[in-house]
């Protein structure tokens, strides 16, 4: 079965230091997700982009967030500096647009831990 | 108002019941409609889709849309044990900046 593969599965890290984590979404889609998950908030839609190209990330903190998809077979999601309220589970989906009704794939997710 | 609503529960059933989870939506351009089970430490995994107003079944499972009401549900029949997880609602646009919104979820827990 084809997969969303992200890396990595856990990560602590201190205040302050960088986080990425990558997605590497199945072959052939052209849409990608991000999305942080909390006890509190749910599913959060961070960013998202189709055909590699940006077209919304107003769900995400500017200051300290970036995504980035540098070629069709990596996603990004980078944090600097950390904060102990990036603690959360992020997960990555991708899908094919226009065939959307399909849904999207979701990956194992990274489970981030700020100390 | 939040884009996607469902009650958070915990929705309990025993064993073999029907159980019925429910979400709203605010967005009327939204025409794709999602139900993800997701299991505690696990990614969401989809179940069922429906585009369509009406009743779409898929074995033990049936979603229903009505757009009118901005309204979708998912019926479990005969409910077991392993159904017991949290159901996640989406929705997603099919025109314009297609973006899939997800509610917080219901928790479902099917008692033996």
């Known amino acids: 079965d084809a997969r969303v593969t992200q890396t990595p599965r856990h990560k602590v890290t201190e205040m302050g230091q960088e986080v990425t984590m990558r997605c590497q979404p199945i072959l052939g889609h052209n849409t990608v997700f991000w999305y942080r998950q909390t006890m509190m908030q749910g599913l959060e839609l961070l960013a998202y982009?189709?055909?590699?190209?940006?077209?919304?990330d107003s769900g995400m903190p500017k200051d300290r967030f970036s995504a980035e998809m540098p070629d069709a077979t990596l996603a990004t999601l980078k944090i600097q500096p950390s904060e102990p309220r990036d603690s959360a589970v992020y997960f990555c989906?991708?899908?094919?647009?226009?065939?959307?009704?399909?849904?999207?794939?979701f990956g194992s997710g990274t489970r981030l831990t700020v100390v | 108002q939040k884009e996607v609503e469902q009650n958070s529960g915990p929705l309990s059933v025993p064993e073999g019941a029907i159980a019925s989870l429910n979400c709203t939506y605010s967005d009327r351009v939204s025409q794709s409609f999602f139900w993800y089970r997701q299991y505690s430490g696990k990614s969401p995994e989809l179940i069922m889709s429906?585009?369509?107003?009406g009743d779409k079944e898929d074995g033990r499972f049936t979603a229903q849309l009505n757009k009118a009401s901005q309204y979708v549900s998912l019926l479990i029949r005969d409910s077991q044990p392993s159904d017991s997880a949290t159901y996640l609602c989406?929705?997603?646009?099919?025109?314009?900046?297609?973006?899939?919104?997800f509610g917080t979820g219901t928790r479902l827990l099917v008692s033996p």
């Open positions: 429906i585009y369509s107003n």
């Open positions: 982009f189709r055909n590699r190209a940006p077209l919304d």
């Open positions: 989406a929705v997603n646009r099919d025109t314009g900046f297609q973006k899939l919104v």
């Open positions: 989906a991708s899908g094919l647009v226009p065939e959307s009704a399909r849904g999207y794939t």
